[in-house]
């Protein structure tokens, strides 16, 4: 036989037996619980940034690519979803978020978007009317969309008998009735706390509007939650968050008693969202008295930071500002926690194996807590983050590279606060305001979210003002896959979870988002289908 008919005929033969072995395998692995075809899978692998399909068996990626590498692993059991060319994303996470602040917010009076300190008041007695609750709380009130942009004042909310205390958008003022103040014990001789301040009149007497630490004063009144309430409070949130797109969440700043809640709720199987869990500052002592519990892979909740704060808000004036405000020229902000303090938990939390996730706006905010990493000996395996990042200076930003920092910033904030930012800033300085471009090209890691209730839990809204930024400071906007790889890849590599979460590829977590129109337009999206551990746990109808 001619020496390449047989050469051929071998070859032939081995291809033969290669595929027949390849059949025989993809027959007896087990079907897939769930495939997702003839859609744009955006993978968030750099290798292989776009894909066709996914199957999912159990709560893992079992394999990514087109139409016919999935369609072996379709069995009689196998639910089937047709993309129709729609986008799908994985591990779409909001990297600083208050999930039960999120719950409680939603039962209380809502003062987002209101205009007049009046239309607060008649939400406030509308309230009073219908609810039994000793206090009147609600949350979301911004002065400056008031008429006159000045904080209100007691005497608006005095006609309502029982005490009222409401918390300004950014979480970082209060407003509060006569009553309590009476029930707080609060007198023109109550002293400013550290990192707080008593706004008063020109007698000296309290307006009834607590900036930054001053609003524990009011807060110590007010009748804890129950674990109950608590509860109900992160159940129903989450399914806010679920129709959102949202696979997980990285909660900020979370007290003893909710991490309790939390853990209850894991082991229940009640948590239907991921949470990387960071407790609260008040808690510091007791969390780094022994190292985080480490969590299995996949698993439904984390808890391995803590959070801390340097400042406070751009919007109330309370960022600590290296010069004064440009509207403001008597303040430069609140330094909430000193950088001597910052240093010694930091060095407390390397040591423990603790993350640390510290607030910082304004730009002495930031350079205290740069410093006090700095001092601190923090190393760049330990992911310190540095949470909003809002205003650095220009010459600090290849700082936070050096010591490894991560930049957890969140894009409707540049968007909401456009309207008013550089009239506080000044057109220097704004400059390395929301500097999102900037952060990247000084090859700083960007994991980005929406701090809710502050801002609306909207993944969509993040992805448009990320891309968008309201046509403001354009020149720090980013492109669409910029933006995603900071709720993707980016809050992974936040939370430490790399080698699980944040790409489609075989073995990490079936963590997935459908939206209802393909890759192009995703800035305008709804979402159809959230999909967290291979469940579906939500889907528009």
Not at 104 to 132: I, Q, T
Not at 187 to 213: H, K, L, M, S
Request: proline share 5%; glycine share 8%.
């Amino acid at each position: 036989m001619n020496r390449l008919v047989v050469t051929l005929t071998a070859f032939t033969v081995a291809i033969t037996v290669a595929l027949l072995g390849t059949t025989a395998r993809a027959a007896t692995e087990p079907p897939a619980d769930l495939v997702l075809r003839n859609g744009d899978v955006l993978t968030q692998d750099p290798a292989h940034p776009h894909a066709r399909a996914v199957a999912v068996r159990g709560d893992q990626i079992v394999a990514v690519g087109d139409d016919a590498a999935v369609a072996a692993l379709v069995g009689a059991g196998t639910r089937v979803i047709d993309l129709h060319g729609r986008a799908v994303v994985p591990a779409l996470t909001d990297a600083h978020a208050h999930l039960s602040g999120l719950g409680f917010a939603l039962a209380e009076v809502d003062l987002r978007g209101v205009a007049s300190a009046a239309e607060c008041a008649r939400r406030a007695a509308a309230a009073a009317e219908k609810s039994s609750r000793p206090w009147i709380i609600g949350r979301g009130w911004d002065q400056n969309r008031f008429a006159d942009k000045a904080f209100p004042t007691h005497a608006a909310l005095d006609h309502i008998a029982r005490p009222v205390f409401f918390e300004r958008i950014d979480g970082h003022a209060g407003w509060a009735n006569a009553e309590a103040m009476k029930r707080a014990g609060i007198t023109r001789a109550t002293t400013d706390p550290a990192g707080g301040r008593i706004v008063r009149d020109a007698a000296g007497e309290p307006t009834g509007i607590f900036v930054d630490n001053a609003m524990s004063l009011v807060d110590h009144a007010i009748p804890t939650a129950t674990d109950a309430e608590i509860e109900a409070a992160i159940l129903r949130a989450q399914e806010v968050v679920a129709a959102q797109g949202l696979t997980g969440i990285h909660d900020m700043g979370v007290g003893l008693g909710t991490l309790a809640v939390y853990h209850r709720l894991a082991a229940a199987g009640r948590l239907k969202i991921r949470v990387y869990a960071l407790g609260s500052a008040a808690d510091a002592d007791t969390l780094l008295a022994q190292p985080p519990a480490k969590s299995a892979p996949r698993a439904m909740l984390s808890v391995r930071g803590i959070k801390l704060y340097a400042d406070g808000a751009l919007g109330s004036r309370g960022a600590a500002l290296l010069a004064p405000y440009s509207d403001d020229a008597k303040n430069s902000g609140l330094e909430i926690m000193p950088a001597a303090t910052i240093e010694a938990l930091s060095r407390r939390a390397v040591a423990a194996g603790w993350q640390v996730a510290i607030h910082a706006i304004g730009d002495r905010g930031n350079r205290n807590a740069l410093d006090a990493f700095m001092r601190a000996g923090v190393k760049p395996a330990q992911r310190f983050r540095i949470e909003h990042a809002q205003v650095v200076a220009l010459g600090d930003i290849p700082r936070f590279a050096k010591l490894g920092l991560i930049a957890s910033m969140q894009p409707t904030h540049a968007t909401s606060d456009s309207p008013w930012a550089e009239a506080r800033l000044g057109k220097e300085r704004v400059k390395g305001a929301y500097a999102w471009r900037r952060m990247l090209e000084a090859h700083v890691p960007l994991a980005f979210g929406s701090d809710f209730p502050v801002e609306e839990p909207s993944l969509v809204a993040g992805l448009r003002a990320g891309v968008e930024r309201a046509g403001w400071t354009v020149d720090q906007k980013l492109t669409l896959d910029e933006t995603l790889r900071a709720f993707t890849t980016g809050a992974a590599y936040a939370a430490f979870e790399e080698a699980w979460r944040g790409r489609a590829a075989p073995g990490m977590a079936a963590d997935l988002t459908i939206f209802d129109s393909p890759a192009a337009t995703l800035t305008r999206a709804r979402v159809d289908v959230t999909i967290v551990g291979g469940k579906v746990i939500y889907e528009r109808k």
